[in-house]
Structure formats: C-alpha cells, structure tokens
C-alpha cells in the first residue's frame, strides 16, 4: 500500500493549516476560518476518511459525542470533526448521527486535510482524495499532540479514537460503562434518574417512548413498560431508586 502522509513529529509543535470552509448553516453561506475554529481555544480534532461511512458513523463520531462532557471537564473547548465531504452531506450527517456535541467541518475541496500533509488517493474505492483517518490536540493554533492510524491496508482505527485522546490529556481518566435509559416525556422519575447519572459524570443516550421508541417495542425487548428504565454496559440496573442503589455500592 502506498501511502504518502506527515508524521508526528513532523507536524507536532506547528500551526494547522490557515484555510476558510465554506459552510451552510441554515439557508445562508457561512466562512469560517482556522482561526474561528481554533484561535485562543483548546481543541481536539479528529479526521475521517467520509460521511455516512462504516466506522466513522458507527464509532469514531459517536464515541467522542457521547464522552464530550469528559473532555469539556478537561479544558476541552471544542470537539471538531473534519472530513472531506461538501458542508450538505456534513450537515446531513450531523443530524443523522444527533451528534449535537461535534462541530464538523466540511474539507470539500481538500485543502486543509493537504496543507496537514493527511491528504491521500482512495480512487480504488471511488472516493478520490480523502483524507487519512488521525486526531489531534490543538491549543491557539497550535498542534500539541498527533495521533495518526498506521499505514496499512483497509480503514485501520486504532490511535485515533476518542478513548486514546482523553488518556492522552487525562492519564488518570477511566471510561465509564455505555448507558442508555429508556423515559417518558414529563416523568419525574426520569429526570431524577438523569440528573444522578450527570452527578456522577455518566454520558447516556436517552431513549424516549412515543418518540424514539414504541411501548409495544419497549416491553418486548426489556419485558417492562415501566419508566425510566436504565441500563449500564449492557446490564438491566432498574429505575431512578436502583440507580440510586447501585451507585451506593
């Protein structure tokens, strides 16, 4: 495979590169600069090679949306998410995803992904040029940290997750278990089982019956209609009074 990319230590202590998006946002165009996106602030970037493409919408984006308070906790002004795709099909993914913590970024024409020395040729896929799947850590302009996937064949993922960058700025960081809860709108024990989970600093993703999910479907998954129901890698805890019991373990 052959792959021409920067490396760390190449681009580790420089500037990003000083380009302007061309983006939409609602029906107007709007330019934003590198120094919109990072002057005075602390960053952290991840790249991806599309929109709407396995990994990136099964893992990559998803993971640093759901640990985005964790790294706004640790001085974290922004998450951005820079793919060379148009600013519709961003904006489209965006949504998809609910990704309401990412800013993402639309490198249409590539130049930002070339000026980091990330832009490579996916012709044998039909995408043309994208660009190479990596993260950083940027501070007033200023690249800190790198984390670029080895060069190798397929779509490797295993630096650039978002696991690895809060380690990087965290070491003493632990992730938590995946929770998800099941509510209904105007439940007050729902809110009561969110706000514990806020407490103690627990992303979830919020499952709302009559909206996101039927009763029908609810029961015949967990056998219950009842809510909030509240689950933690993967393990059924109850409502917001065992929460409360499980956190008192």
């Not at 709007?30 to 990072?38: I, P, Q």
């Not at 005075?40 to 493409?53: I, M, N, Q, R, W």
């Not at 007033?140 to 190798?152: A, C, S, T």
Request: charged share 25%; with cysteine; hydrophobic share 40%.
């Amino acid at each position: 495979m052959s792959v021409q990319i920067k490396t760390a230590a190449e681009l580790e202590g420089k500037k990003v590169p000083s380009v302007v998006f061309h983006t939409r946002k609602d029906d107007a165009w709007v330019d934003v600069s590198t120094d919109d996106l990072f002057k005075g602030k602390t960053v952290a970037v991840f790249s991806l090679p599309g929109a709407f493409t396995p990994t990136c919408s099964s893992t990559h984006l998803p993971r640093y949306n759901e640990l985005a308070s964790e790294f706004k906790k640790r001085g974290v002004d922004d998450i951005v998410c820079v793919s060379v795709n148009d600013t519709f099909v961003m904006n489209a993914w965006l949504a998809d995803q609910e990704a309401e913590n990412i800013t993402v970024v639309p490198d249409g024409n590539g130049e930002f992904s070339k000026g980091m020395g990330m832009l490579v040729s996916k012709e044998q896929l039909g995408f043309g040029d994208r660009s190479w799947r990596y993260s950083m850590l940027v501070k007033d302009g200023v690249i800190e940290k790198m984390f670029i996937e080895p060069v190798k064949d397929g779509d490797p993922f295993e630096v650039s997750d978002a696991d690895t960058m809060l380690k990087h700025i965290d070491p003493t960081w632990t992730p938590h278990e995946s929770v998800a809860i099941i509510t209904k709108p105007g439940c007050p024990f729902c809110a009561k089982a969110k706000a514990l989970l806020k407490e103690k600093g627990y992303a979830f993703e919020e499952i709302v019956l009559g909206r996101d999910a039927s009763i029908t479907s609810v029961r015949a998954i967990t056998g219950k209609a009842t809510a909030p129901q509240v689950f933690i890698g993967g393990q059924y805890i109850g409502g917001s009074d065992d929460l409360e019991k499980y956190f008192a373990k």
